[in-house]
């Protein structure tokens, strides 16, 4: 994410309404789709727990500031969908009204590395 507008933006990050803290586990509770040797390309939906470990850096270039967030799945309990939002705020100015949010869902599955 590339924040513009921002002298010194501040992100945070949620994954499912759970607060990502600079990195680190992160356990989380979403749907995913879980696959069927009966139906092949007809999952099932459920309500599953994912485990992830994660990274927030900063990859700030001569274009502006920039951060990113991996995470980096420890179980697959099929085809994880996830909603990641950021907040940015600005670091010396509190009288600047935060960026509500911005979210985006995604959705992994299990094994082919996306």
Known sequence: MRPTGFGNPVVSW???GTDVAGGGPLTVSGPVDLDRADLPGQPVRSVGTMTFSTSVSDVSDSTG???????YPTNHPGTEQLTVETRISEQYAPDVPQFGSVSWTAGRRRGNGR
């Open 14 to 16: 949620v994954i499912d």
């Open 65 to 71: 500031a920039a951060l990113r967030l991996a995470l």
